[in-house]
């Protein structure tokens, strides 16, 4: 099925992200929660403004997760309330950083603490035009949401020229972890997402991104649990594959969470001993890198579509955390 081209972020106003929290805030407690919306900025940027003006170290602000930076933002960030501490109000913290909304909570916020993301992108100069754009986008948007996406990180995890993975390539090689402390538990998530991403580049040549092998490892899409099953319990698990209950996930191996078994084991290592890596050599990334699993596909939910004369569409919907709109795209 062919795309409909064109080209995003010709401006920031052009994508927009919205976090979607995993929990209420109460309210109350020893952490202020910030909203803040920043345009054109990014992530370190807007930390270091929150840490200047209300006179906290970096390592005391909490976020869930690194928003773009060519684009518009809105998510939640924490300080602690300490004694002697300005108190934060809705204002304007530096250009292109605001603060919409103050309360307070009793944790700090940490990394994945979130259900989601929204997101609003204009898509411009599309290839196809008028009524063919029309059909183009409404056929795309259809198989998307009945097969759902290819769950793979996107290029922004990587660095700028693979910076950031050529850091963490270096580490799990026996070179060392950087010396930023930002950029070490970016190095090795970006080595962990790269073995992924071929795993599941992989799996979808060979049409079993969707198909249950031997040794498989499944996520429940509705709490995130993760389990195993016997052989004779396969067919029956194709069938919640199949309705979207559950994912095949893939590995972002690690310190203390390797690959699957069986079937599904053999072709993880073969991708890695494609990379000159094993499962063990994971074990350099220490505590930064101790290893998960992720769904091979995501779905998208709240997909709304617009198409406005002559070459541009307006697409709106929400990701699972971890999952990046630029794949959708």
Not at 63 to 70: I, L, M, S, V, Y
Not at 99 to 111: A, P
Not at 160 to 165: A, E, N, Q, R, V
Not at 210 to 217: C, F, P, Q, R, Y
């Amino acid at each position: 099925m062919p795309g409909i081209g064109g080209r995003i972020k010709e401006n920031v106003h052009d994508f927009e992200v919205e976090e979607i929290g995993a929990y209420p805030l109460r309210g109350d407690g020893p952490h202020y929660f910030l909203w803040v919306q920043k345009r054109g900025v990014d992530a370190r940027s807007m930390q270091d403004a929150v840490a200047k003006r209300y006179g906290v170290e970096r390592r005391d602000i909490g976020t869930a997760g690194h928003k773009d930076r060519q684009a518009i933002t809105r998510q939640w960030v924490s300080i602690p309330a300490r004694k002697g501490l300005p108190e934060p109000v809705q204002e304007e913290l530096a250009d292109g950083i605001e603060i919409l909304r103050v309360t307070r909570h009793g944790n700090k916020l940490r990394t994945g603490h979130l259900k989601g993301n929204r997101f609003s992108i204009r898509i411009r100069g599309t290839s196809v035009q008028g009524e063919e754009l029309i059909r183009s986008v409404e056929k795309v948007a259809a198989r998307l949401q009945d097969e759902g996406v290819p769950n793979y990180y996107g290029m922004q995890r990587f660095g700028d020229g693979f910076s950031t993975l050529h850091a963490g390539w270096e580490w799990v090689n026996g070179g060392g972890p950087p010396r930023d402390r930002f950029l070490r538990g970016m190095a090795a998530s970006a080595i962990q997402s790269e073995v992924f991403n071929r795993v599941l580049a992989r799996r979808l040549v060979e049409d079993t991104w969707k198909t249950v092998l031997a040794g498989d490892i499944f996520e429940k899409l509705d709490s995130g649990g993760r389990f195993w099953i016997e052989e004779s319990e396969r067919e029956e698990t194709q069938r919640r594959v199949d309705s979207g209950e559950i994912a095949i996930t893939g590995p972002m191996p690690g310190s203390r969470t390797g690959v699957a078994e069986k079937e599904a084991g053999a072709l993880e290592n073969e991708i890695l001993a494609g990379m000159g890596l094993q499962s063990d050599d994971f074990n350099a990334l220490g505590r930064r890198g101790r290893g998960t699993r992720r769904p091979l596909v995501v779905s998208v939910d709240d997909l709304s579509v617009s198409v406005e004369p002559p070459d541009e569409v307006l697409l709106r919907f929400s990701l699972p955390a971890g999952s990046y709109a630029t794949v959708v795209l």
